[in-house]
């Protein structure tokens, strides 16, 4: 059964004649009846009376208002597609790291609005594998998240590149590491850990630091808010390992500081540094508003964080 059987059907029975539906259908008559005869034949039943009048027959008239029901479906569906491609939605959704919540997104959030005032903008802070998650399962549009070795690109996903930034540590300002111009991993594990939630890529990076190391190290807070770091680590020894924008946002607090780590040779002697990174999937970016939004992240927010020390994408 195809759309167009179904079309035609619904045409001989309007005008009660197969040449009018024809014209209504800007096809030939011939076309009409082999449309209709598939139709009869996927059905097992004759659905009109040949005569100088086509009237409908019992199983005509059970098609009928069924008929009527898809072709109104069909209809509703491509409007609704037309209007999505045009621009028209009503709502886009982005999860984005904590850390970008409070800098570099919210002017990408600004010039959004400006340029696509009816769209409901809903952001949500998560962390980086939860925020994939919701991503793939159709639940947010977009993700701005910290790339890892899970993030693997596929014909679904669309990935660039924003910036990588360093890792730090943040401490209480009279902490006794503050004395120190670099901080070892072999000092921090002398002292209790603020961490992450499960959930966050921040955590997964400190643990396998801690584990390249050969260290233990005793974790007695996990937070999901940068806020939570800055408050529980003001109070005394515990430390909290965190990217550089989510130490410049704690350290807005003078009873907070933060050092820099020391590069190991596990690391090559590199310094430890993330990647952030936008996501969202290939299907969407046809969609003029989360195009455009993707358009806004990859002009703002690397050059944002250029400017603060973290390496951009060149954008």
């Not at 939570?228 to 990217?243: K, M, N, S, T």
């Not at 704690?250 to 590069?263: F, G, H, K, W």
Request: charge should be neutral; aromatic fraction near 6%; hydrophobic fraction near 40%.
């Amino acid at each position: 059964m195809r759309l167009e059987q179904l079309q035609a059907f619904l045409s001989v029975a309007r005008t009660g004649n197969f040449q009018q539906a024809a014209r209504e259908c800007g096809v030939t008559q011939s076309t009409i009846s082999r449309q209709i005869q598939g139709l009869e034949g996927d059905l097992g039943i004759s659905l009109f009376h040949r005569s100088s009048i086509a009237k409908l027959t019992v199983g005509g008239e059970i098609l009928l208002p069924r008929a009527r029901r898809i072709c109104q479906e069909w209809e509703s569906a491509r409007k609704e597609i037309s209007e999505l491609l045009a621009g028209k939605q009503q709502e886009l959704c982005v999860a984005s790291i904590p850390s970008l919540c409070g800098y570099g997104l919210p002017l990408v959030l600004q010039r959004f609005c400006g340029s696509y005032p009816e769209v409901q903008l809903r952001v949500t802070a998560l962390g980086s594998d939860r925020a994939l998650k919701v991503l793939k399962d159709g639940l947010v549009d977009v993700a701005i998240i910290m790339h890892n070795r899970f993030l693997n690109s596929s014909a679904e996903l669309a990935i660039d590149f924003l910036f990588e930034e360093p890792i730090q540590v943040l401490m209480a300002s009279d902490h006794p590491l503050a004395q120190e111009e670099r901080v070892s991993w072999q000092a921090i594990a002398q002292y209790p850990q603020v961490v992450f939630k499960d959930g966050y890529g921040m955590q997964r990076l400190v643990n396998e630091q801690f584990s390249k190391q050969d260290l233990q190290y005793r974790v007695v807070l996990e937070l999901n808010s940068l806020n939570g770091f800055r408050g529980a680590i003001a109070q005394g020894e515990w430390l909290g390992i965190l990217p550089q924008s989510a130490i410049q946002l704690a350290c807005e607090d003078s009873n907070v500081t933060y050092r820099a780590l020391q590069p190991t040779a596990a690391d090559g002697g590199k310094h430890l540094t993330r990647q952030v990174v936008l996501v969202t999937t290939r299907d969407r970016l046809q969609l003029p508003p989360i195009r455009n939004f993707c358009s806004l992240v990859l002009e703002y927010i690397p050059a944002q964080f250029a400017s603060n020390g973290a390496i951009a994408s060149g954008a």
